[in-house]
């Protein structure tokens, strides 16, 4: 159940009922695509940083180590001891870009896992029963995520197929909700867009999916190559045919300023790879823009990442110990450089909750916007 | 200043003061050779393992990052942040293992780092006045480790230069901790006993180091290829000439089943990196013996990985997860692994010094030397 608190401009301050808890939106989900956060992060280190949502993802934890033995161990939320929601991606957008020799028909898709080669065959039946032995709070449609430039024709064709792929969904789930053992009897479904950047397809299939009355509609199929105003426009496109009391989540997206501009034109619900990767890369975010912490200048610094960071690492070790560390090779660094980028992200995400709650939410956007992406 | 508390047979009770905080011994140091934990393991991770002892390296420190960076931002405790006792290994065995082009001569080494191949020379004042900037509780002495084996004419004459190095590194550490900008004024030295295998050089060094009346005595040169019952009979043999009234370490020893053998034979500080290099490879410590975590067998056990241990990962996670993780190559699995293996580690000394306490080692002893060493 979405609630709409209050609205500047599009952007939406909401809140939404899981069975795993209540989430304050907008909202950036923390990915944990193996049931484990890149970095070491454990469970209790998400606590710690006030995680909201954990996302994890339907194809990886399909091939290893299996949802029947994730579901025997009492569904995900037990397995990796996390009692906060849980969104599974559905794995649509992991089986079109890792899986190999993939073959789509009407029924399903056919493809190699990229772990041992192994043939796998997935239908919209199949990813909801994954999905239902998972035991998420949100599962996600299974959808066809086509490349950005593809033809018109195929990208119009390739909707009718997600659409029809989404009704057997939502049959799949109503059924499998019904059964007695059922891992997560409040499990919801979340719809998802496609059209690729075609205005008009987008237009039609968003239209098509809002009729089904879903708990919550996502905008796939974006942040794979095209530019960011191709990617608003599609946003600002299709947000006029979303349903105002259901929570907007737009998938793979992005870096803070992509967030915050998301959030101006009413997205919910964001998540990304960006901490953990940028993490891996020594690339710090503060709130003054993007460093490096391998950077010759941090040597001999005694400060923390940011001063208006009070993150687990920001108020523990300094900029010296954790250049240190990246030029000693020590895995600590990797953990440390994720969390402090994890923590900025739920943090940007409360600090724009926070502007919404007092109306300051377009001082907010013109401060930080443009800062929180720029190299510093 | 050390006290000893309690005695059965030879194995001791005591404890050790130090500039930061009192150490219970027996005890096992926690190795950090670079200023950070394997597996990912902050200092804050150790204050939750119980962890009484930090060990960091001379050799690794004074060339990555560089030591007057690290006395420049404080010390050592304060630049990894941590503030209970922290002993610096001295760099000998390093520059021993790990250099190249090594040249030994009466004033020090010279040597070609691992990191960049640049040429070093350390004297026994260099290692003292590195590990002066790095302000450890306890300095390790200067010394040559000799391989085992290595002829007996080369052995003694390497033993009477680590003596009068040894005379070197008193007198250069005195004068540095008069200096008024001294990072630690209450840094003690360690005098390290060599002589390979022959128990007569062993304890001719022993008695030689011994009138130097230092605050604590090691044994080095052992743990390199000799077997247990030579390493035992070493041990043996040298202990009878050990000051009674001060701490024994044993350098880099050992198994669990070597750490109690050591104890009964009088040894009262261990280290090893064996907790992290078996976590590394998914060998884990239980009170039952070493389990191998990838085995099939704990796919789907929701157990802990020891029923009896209380440490973080076994308050939290299943044996089932863990094996995912390390079967999906989640760097959490390396972390959780060498957590748990660093707190059995702990809390085998705890267990230790509980039975030394009751008058009940002994017992301890005949029930756990061997078991704990066995692969089940």
Redesign the interface.
Known sequence: MFTLIKQEGHARRGSFVTAHGIVQTPVFMNVGT???????????DLERIDCQVELSNTY?LHI??GDT?IR???GLHR???WDRPILTDSGGFQIFSLARLRKISEEGVAFNSHVDGRRIFMSPEDCMRIQSNLGSDIAMAFDECVEIPSPREYVKKSCDRTYRWLVRCCDALAKLKETQDTVNPGQMLFGINQGAVYPDLRIRHMKQIAELDLPGYAIGGLAVGETAPEMYDIIEAVEEHMPKEKPRYLMGVGTPGNIIEGTARGVDFFDCVMPARNGNKRQLFTWSGIINIKNEKY??D?GKIDDQCAC?VCM???R??L???F??G???????AVMHNLFFYNNLMSRIRNALDNGAFQAFRLEYSEILDQRI
């Open positions: 193996q049931a484990a956060i890149k970095g070491a992060l454990s469970s209790e990886h290893r180590p033995l025997s161990q009492g397995f990796m001891v040597a001999n005694s687990p523990r070790y300094s010296a110990y250049r240190h560390l030029k000693a020590e895995m600590l660094a990797l953990r440390l």
